[in-house]
Each structure stands twice: as structure tokens, then as C-alpha cells.
């Protein structure tokens, strides 16, 4: 899988780039993540890619035509177009069916904003998904990608060393609760002792103790997710389907 990653600060993603599992899995060949500065497609010696907004009000918006014609670029470098996906905190909300949606994907082309965000005809043009982690600002798209790129890149096969490991997780298609509490040695820290069942070597009562474990936390922290919560208030209410 192929993701390319359009922004003004490209200097942001060699640090998460080399993180050890996903530096393992572009050394495998199974993913590659192409970094591409949207200035290099600014014209003019100055090579802006803002302006003020019309209309005015604070702030700088992203002018279209580097952006469109960065994406368009980035689109040709490649046999398949890729699914471009805007990052804006306006965009439909991230979670791990989109994660799992994308996984799917051959190419992923994802578009960073910073300032007050694009001008519409970016958007009008190319149509990309519109994008956003979760109901709170950042100061650009980047960590977003970066999220993105993290969620997805699990999901793509042969880059987790336990095939089985991405379907236990919470949220994930097989199971849309959170996950049980893990113990490991010692088996007293503190004062605080780990479940007698879980040194049973009773795998029936294991199973049943860490599914009433994941209901129980479920129930606690996020009801919303729970079977027939589907209309009470969510934190995901447009992706609950
Ligand atoms: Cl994708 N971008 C920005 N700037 N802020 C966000 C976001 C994205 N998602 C949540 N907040």
C-alpha cells in the first residue's frame, strides 16, 4: 500500500516515519509513505501558497492553485490515482471503520492544511473525503496524517507480526468494545493482585472473565457503544451505522 502525504512542513514526518514497527513494514516492501512539500508547486519568486480571505477576518487561507496542482502531480507518480483525503477538522469523523475502509485501498493521498484552511475550490475540484480525528483544533493536518497512516498501516497484511493480534483490539471488526484489562508479571505489585482466573490455565473461564471485563468497561466509559446505544448520545453519531 502506498500513502502520499502533501504538506507544507515535510519535516514533520521523518521522526514518525522511522517509528520501529512502520519503518519495519516499509523495509518489507508491504507500505511505502512518499513526503511531498505543497511550496514546491507555489509559483513566483516568493513561492506563496496563502493569501488573506476574501471577505475578510483573521487568518490565511491555502490558495487553490498549488494545492490542486501539488495533488494532481503527486497523482501522476503512480499507475493508480490513490483516494485523496483531505485532513480538516470539518471532515466526516475518523474512527476504525474508516481505518478499516481505507485498509482496503491500494493508494492513499493525504492533504494537510494549516492556516484557516483551504479554499472551497480545492475541495469543488478534486472531492477528496474530507477528514477530521475528533472534535478538537490542531494546528494543521500533519498529526492527523499521521493518525491516519498509524490506524491504517495495522491493518494492512503481514505488517503485525500476530495476524491475529488487529482483530482483538477495541473497535476493531470483530470486536466493537473496548479491551479487557492485561496483567503481566509480577502477580502481586504493591498490594495490587492479578485476577485468580487469569492464572487459572482455564481458558473456557478466561474467555468468559475478559468478556464481562470488556462489557463491564464498555459500560463505563463508553456506553455509546454498547448494542442498541445507537441513539444515545455519541460521541461518533455520523459513523454509527
Ligand atoms: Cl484533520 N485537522 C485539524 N487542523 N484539526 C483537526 C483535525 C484535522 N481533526 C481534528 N482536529
Same mark, same amino acid.
Not at 519568486?45 to 488573506?52: I, L, T
Not at 493508480?80 to 477538522?89: H, K
Not at 471532515?91 to 475518523?94: D, H, I, K
Not at 464498555?218 to 442498541?228: H, M
Given at each position: 500500500? =502506498?500513502?502520499?502525504?502533501l504538506t #507544507?512542513? /515535510?519535516?514533520?514526518? !521523518?521522526?514518525?516515519?522511522?517509528?520501529?514497527?512502520?519503518? +519495519?513494514? @516499509?523495509?518489507?516492501?508491504?507500505?511505502?509513505?512518499?513526503?511531498h512539500?505543497?511550496?514546491d *508547486? %507555489?509559483?513566483g519568486?516568493?513561492?506563496?501558497?496563502?493569501?488573506?480571505p476574501f $471577505?475578510?477576518? !483573521?487568518?490565511?487561507v491555502?490558495s487553490?492553485? /498549488?494545492?490542486?496542482?501539488?495533488?494532481? %502531480?503527486?497523482?501522476?507518480?503512480d499507475s493508480?490515482?490513490?483516494?485523496?483525503?483531505? +485532513? &480538516?477538522?470539518s471532515?466526516?469523523?475518523?474512527d476504525?471503520?474508516?481505518?478499516?475502509?481505507?485498509s482496503?485501498?491500494?493508494?492513499l493521498v493525504l492533504?494537510?492544511?494549516?492556516y484557516?484552511?483551504?479554499?472551497?475550490?480545492?475541495?469543488? @475540484?478534486?472531492q477528496?473525503?474530507e477528514?477530521? @480525528?475528533g472534535?478538537f483544533?490542531l494546528?494543521g493536518?500533519?498529526?492527523?496524517?499521521?493518525?491516519?497512516v498509524? %490506524?491504517?498501516?495495522?491493518?494492512?497484511p503481514?505488517? +503485525?507480526?500476530?495476524e491475529q493480534s488487529?482483530?482483538q483490539d477495541?473497535?476493531?471488526?470483530?470486536?466493537? #468494545?473496548?479491551?479487557?484489562?492485561q496483567? &503481566?508479571?509480577p502477580?502481586?505489585?504493591?498490594?495490587?493482585?492479578?485476577?485468580?482466573v487469569?492464572l487459572? $490455565?482455564?481458558? /473456557?473461564e478466561?474467555a468468559? *472473565?475478559?468478556?464481562?471485563?470488556? #462489557?463491564?468497561r &464498555?459500560?463505563? =466509559? =463508553?456506553?455509546?457503544?454498547?448494542? $442498541?446505544n445507537?441513539?444515545?448520545p455519541?460521541?461518533? /453519531?455520523g459513523?454509527s %451505522?
Open positions: 500500500m =502506498r500513502f502520499d502525504v #507544507l512542513f /515535510p519535516e514533520m514526518f !521523518p521522526g514518525y516515519l522511522s517509528q520501529s514497527l512502520l519503518n +519495519l513494514a @516499509i523495509e518489507r516492501g508491504l507500505v511505502s509513505v512518499e513526503v512539500n505543497i511550496r *508547486w %507555489a509559483k519568486k516568493h513561492k506563496n501558497v496563502d493569501d488573506r $471577505g475578510g477576518g !483573521p487568518g490565511m491555502l487553490p492553485e /498549488p494545492v490542486v496542482e501539488c495533488v494532481e %502531480a503527486v497523482q501522476q507518480m493508480s490515482p490513490g483516494r485523496v483525503i483531505m +485532513l &480538516t477538522p471532515g466526516r469523523r475518523f476504525q471503520r474508516v481505518a478499516e475502509e481505507y482496503n485501498e491500494q493508494r492533504l494537510c492544511g494549516r484557516e484552511g483551504f479554499d472551497q475550490r480545492v475541495v469543488d @475540484i478534486l477528496p473525503d477528514l477530521s @480525528i472534535d483544533v494546528n493536518g500533519e498529526v492527523a496524517a499521521m493518525v491516519v498509524d %490506524a491504517v498501516v495495522r491493518l494492512v503481514g505488517v +503485525l507480526g500476530d488487529n482483530k477495541s473497535f476493531s471488526s470483530e470486536n466493537r #468494545l473496548l479491551e479487557f484489562a496483567y &503481566t508479571r502477580r502481586e505489585y504493591r498490594g495490587h493482585a492479578v485476577p485468580e487469569l487459572s $490455565g482455564n481458558h /473456557p478466561i468468559e *472473565w475478559r468478556k464481562q471485563n470488556s #462489557l463491564e &464498555t459500560r463505563q =466509559r =463508553r456506553a455509546d457503544l454498547l448494542p $442498541g445507537g441513539d444515545k455519541s460521541d461518533n /453519531p459513523n %451505522a
